[in-house]
């Protein structure tokens, strides 16, 4: 969900595009949802909609190697100078990224801001994969905040050498804007460091002690919280002493196991979906619309589009398989974009669906039709690639028997699938 957060830093040109929506409508058409915060959860109940029933929070955890120390701080600051020979025996770690919500530049700015005899006894170490252009990039940063000199980018850092930074930094500071979890604080405090995080998304969930966080945004508030915790005995004896939030990777696994076990135990053999008495069935048609003098596309007006449209007993709508173009003629019902079929479904403003299946199949066509249970029309004399388990052929239709027998698959249960040769 950063993508949908925060567009203007992520998708903006390609927000509307229908594969990052489609695997919006994957998580809003789940059965179940799983996630690693209750921050996650609550983002995934208020944006997509999803009900709050469906969604467990199963938590994360950390590889045994996150651990204390067993051997001395000389020791292991020399086996880090082996691959950083600049490195300062009292650093300030930030594991970051080069992605805007890691706030690499807040971090620099607020270590920039500390008095300078506290700074001057320091070194800030960033460690992250960097590109020459985004690391030429923070080096400049550093070097306008006059800190350029006691700034060490690491680069790519394995996770031995990672266990070893988190267990020698006299503290880990994490300036992020948004996590879906926040594994590096665990994992550093898990090492035994001393950790001080920002105060939004999931982070309160995993250092629970509201002194050891921050406000990201205000760097005035990094920097106070940076200067308490490397110089204040009070905050750096509370910094040690902050609880273990109680994740772990077996208790995460034990909530997995038990949404699967649910899931199984609610099965209903037969799942319909209920129409109001009366009111024509809400049917969304699934199929290509351009070019028109496709033989495809024309079997699929003919036989399936014009016909639903003009009965009485459906309310139909039409999914476009492509791009659609700004002006579509003669359509006889309303267009939508692909994209939307899933939200649609999920919100329960379709009461059935009818693929419209030609001979090349769209890879988003064939998508939807393995999440999204519905009917197959084949305008071709083959099944056209459409997935042997969805469908249920009714062999030997005439095109006029086309619309009566879709008429008695929609009005069946709602997870039957029917594939109308013609």
């Given at each position: 969900l950063i993508p949908y957060l925060f567009p203007e830093h992520y998708i903006a040109e390609r927000f509307a595009s229908s594969?990052?929506?489609?695997?919006?409508?994957?998580?809003?058409?789940?059965?179940?949802v799983v996630t690693d915060s209750r921050s996650a959860a609550d983002d995934v109940i208020r944006h997509l909609g999803v009900d709050p029933a469906r969604v467990t929070v199963l938590g994360a955890g950390v590889s045994a190697q996150f651990g204390p120390p067993a051997d001395p701080l000389a020791d292991r600051i020399a086996a880090l100078r082996a691959e950083w020979p600049d490195l300062s025996a009292r650093y300030v770690l930030v594991p970051t990224a080069a992605d805007w919500r890691k706030n690499s530049l807040?971090?620099?700015?607020?270590?920039?801001?500390?008095?300078?005899?506290?700074?001057?006894?320091?070194?800030?170490?960033?460690?992250?994969?960097?590109?020459?252009?985004?690391?030429?990039?923070?080096?400049?940063?550093?070097?306008?905040?006059?800190?350029?000199?006691?700034?060490?980018?690491?680069g790519f850092v394995p996770d031995e050498l990672l266990v070893?930074?988190?267990?020698?930094?006299?503290?880990?500071?994490?300036?992020?804007?948004?996590?879906?979890?926040?594994?590096?604080?665990?994992?550093?405090?898990?090492?035994?460091?001393?950790?001080?995080?920002?105060?939004?998304?999931?982070?309160?969930?995993?250092?629970?002690?509201?002194?050891?966080?921050?406000?990201?945004?205000?760097t005035a508030d990094v920097t106070a919280t940076l200067h308490r915790a490397l110089t204040d005995d009070q905050t750096i004896g509370m910094l040690e002493r902050v609880p273990e939030a109680g994740f772990s990777w077996d208790l995460a696994v034990e909530r997995l196991i038990a949404?699967?076990?649910?899931?199984?135990?609610?099965?209903?053999?037969?799942?319909?979906?209920?129409?109001?008495?009366?009111?024509?069935?809400?049917?969304?048609?699934?199929?290509?619309?351009?070019?028109a003098q496709r033989r495809d596309v024309v079997r699929f007006r003919e036989l399936v589009l014009d016909r639903l449209a003009a009965d009485d007993r459906?309310?139909?709508?039409?999914?476009?398989?492509?791009?659609?173009?700004?002006?579509?003629?003669?359509?006889?019902?309303?267009?939508?974009p692909g994209a939307e079929l899933a939200l649609a479904w999920a919100s329960g403003d379709v009461d059935a669906i009818v693929y419209a299946v030609g001979e090349a199949p769209s890879r988003a066509q064939?998508?939807?039709?393995?999440?999204?249970?519905?009917?197959?029309?084949?305008?071709?004399?083959?099944?056209?690639?459409?997935?042997?388990?969805?469908?249920l052929s009714f062999r030997g239709a005439a095109d006029d028997?086309?619309?009566?027998?879709?008429?008695?698959?929609?009005?069946?249960?709602r997870r039957v699938d029917a594939a109308v040769t013609t």
């Open positions: 594969a990052y929506r489609r695997r919006l409508g994957m998580i809003a058409t789940s059965d179940a807040g971090a620099i700015e607020a270590f920039a801001g500390l008095p300078p005899d506290v700074r001057d006894r320091h070194q800030l170490v960033l460690f992250c994969r960097l590109t020459d252009d985004q690391r030429s990039d923070l080096e400049a940063a550093a070097a306008a905040a006059g800190v350029g000199a006691q700034v060490l980018f690491t070893v930074l988190y267990q020698s930094a006299e503290l880990v500071m994490f300036p992020t804007y948004y996590e879906g979890f926040g594994l590096p604080v665990l994992e550093a405090r898990r090492c035994g460091a001393r950790v001080i995080c920002s105060n939004n998304s999931s982070l309160p969930e995993v250092v629970v002690d509201v002194r050891a966080r921050f406000n990201p945004f205000d949404v699967y076990d649910d899931l199984v135990d609610d099965l209903d053999p037969d799942p319909h979906r209920a129409v109001a008495t009366g009111a024509p069935h809400r049917v969304a048609v699934v199929g290509p619309l351009i070019p459906f309310d139909v709508t039409a999914y476009a398989v492509h791009h659609l173009p700004e002006v579509l003629i003669d359509i006889p019902c309303p267009v939508r064939l998508a939807s039709m393995s999440l999204l249970p519905g009917h197959a029309v084949l305008l071709a004399d083959s099944r056209a690639g459409v997935p042997a388990d969805r469908a028997d086309l619309v009566p027998a879709l008429a008695e698959a929609i009005s069946a249960a």
